[in-house]
């Protein structure tokens, strides 16, 4: 099992940034693929960001590459999500995600088992 807890969000300005953290507990985390979903109603779950604890691998979506960026910090078996020049189409709820090592990193939200509470990130315009 893989507890992940979510903080950070809330409401930020245009241009502006933000950042998010994800802690894991339970299970070694380093066996995993930890990554940032966002969601809109009506919408599916979109792809934002993984990263393979093993490698130090990061895949970005297009939608948001060269305005975030994922770091780890170890010690604590965090992720964090730094998000610079954000867009009103930005807004979402974000959920840490995590997933057992596989061959391949996914980007389907539906390989992920395990996913935090999500936290609402606002983008004024």
């Known amino acids: 099992q893989v507890q992940l807890v979510e903080s950070g969000g809330g409401l930020v300005q245009a241009g502006g940034s933000a950042t998010l953290s994800c802690t894991a507990s339970g299970d070694t985390i380093r066996n995993y693929d930890m990554g940032w979903f966002r969601q809109v109603p009506g919408r599916e779950r979109e792809f934002v960001v993984v990263?393979?604890?093993?490698?130090?691998?990061?895949y970005y979506a297009d939608s948001v590459k060269g305005r975030f960026t994922i770091s780890r910090d170890n010690a604590k078996s965090m992720v964090n999500l730094q998000m610079n020049s954000l867009k009103p189409e930005d807004t979402a709820v974000y959920y840490c995600?995590?997933?057992?090592?596989?061959?391949?990193?996914?980007?389907?939200?539906?390989?992920?088992?395990?996913w935090g509470q999500g936290t609402q990130v606002t983008v004024s315009s």
């Open positions: 990263f393979r604890w093993s490698t130090g691998s990061t």
């Open positions: 995600a995590a997933a057992r090592d596989n061959f391949y990193v996914s980007t389907s939200h539906r390989e992920y088992e395990y």
